[in-house]
């Protein structure tokens, strides 16, 4: 009996260890990866990694439409910002009101008329006219219930001078296109308007090129990309520090090549010496016209900066042949009198007000529509 009991617990124990052991093999299995056999990972990667590529192959076959934006239409632009002109400039147009209808116009209050002309950066010489102008008008008309609201619009209109060609030029001629030239010092608002611009160009149906020419600084390239991308106009850039005038040159050539409507180059506005500037400008400026005529060339203002901005006009406008003005930031200065004086300072006329930091915050520039918004009213 005891062979017999020592034989069962022999089998007994050598039955429990084989259990054992084929549980220690599932388990180290489980645990440990495959014997390596010469570099199978490298060729032949885990099925998982394997699969990996076909998990995420719906989103490689669906590609991602770009979602172009819709630029706001000239008609609704036009209401809109009259009203921000009206409240950025409302205080000048008030404060004149008020002065003009007092009882008695005496010296006095024609000083206190000239102060507020001359804190909205109308300029001396301007001011002057207008002051004189308003008290011969008033004093004349004054016998019969003259309305001094008539009478300022109407002078104020004359002052910003409504017969100026305000058109910007953006067609060009014999198959080329309209190629526009946006220069200004770097701050001003510069390229934010060469985007604002196409987009009213867009608005209105015209194929667009724009040249980031301003190479000197590259977030300026990077900004200039992002406003075309998001209507849909494309941007000839180069590396950064690339000469401004090859990529000028290969913008006006992709405009030609594609059949565009307009180019619009974006240019680099340091302005350490003015011989430096001139240099680079008229190097932009020589090779567009190996291609096609520059049919625009406008300065970017800062309305904020007041007699910064009139010595930037100056130099600019003995460097290149400037043909029209693009205020900008008149939604933030109660200043709107720099239309009137840097338009007598360089005989060219303001075409654009930009009036906020919005995508399409940038209008035509229209005379009875810019004294109506100061006076409040139509
Ligand atoms: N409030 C307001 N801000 C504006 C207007 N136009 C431009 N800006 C802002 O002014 C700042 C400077 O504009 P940019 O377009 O970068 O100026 P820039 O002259 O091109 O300067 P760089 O990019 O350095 O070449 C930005 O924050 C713009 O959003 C405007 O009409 N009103």
Redesign the pocket.
Known sequence: MDLLYLIALIAVVAVLAIGAGVGLLVRGGRKQPPAPTGGTDVIAPPPTEVEAPAETAPAVEVPEAPVLEKPEGTASRLVRLRQRLAGSQGGLGRGLLSLLSRDRLDEDTWEAIEDVLLTADVGVAPTQELVEKLRTRLRVEGGQTVDARTVLREELIALVDPDMDRRLQVSGADGTPGVVLVV?????????????IARILVAEDRSVVLGAA?T??A??VE?LATWGERVGVDVVRGPEGTDPASVAFESVKEGIDTKADTVIV?T??RLQNKAGLMDELGKVKRVIEKQAPVTEVLL?L??TTGQNGMIQARVFSEVVNVTGIV??????SAKGGIVVAVQRELGVPVKL?????GAD??APFDAAAFVDALLGGS
Do not use: I, P, S, Y
């Open positions: 200004g010092v770097n701050g001003t608002g510069k390229t934010t308007t060469v985007g604002k301003d000197f600084r977030a300026a900004q974006d680099a506005g970017v800062d309305a205020l900008t930031k008149l939604d933030g007000v930009g009036l906020g930091e915050d940038l």
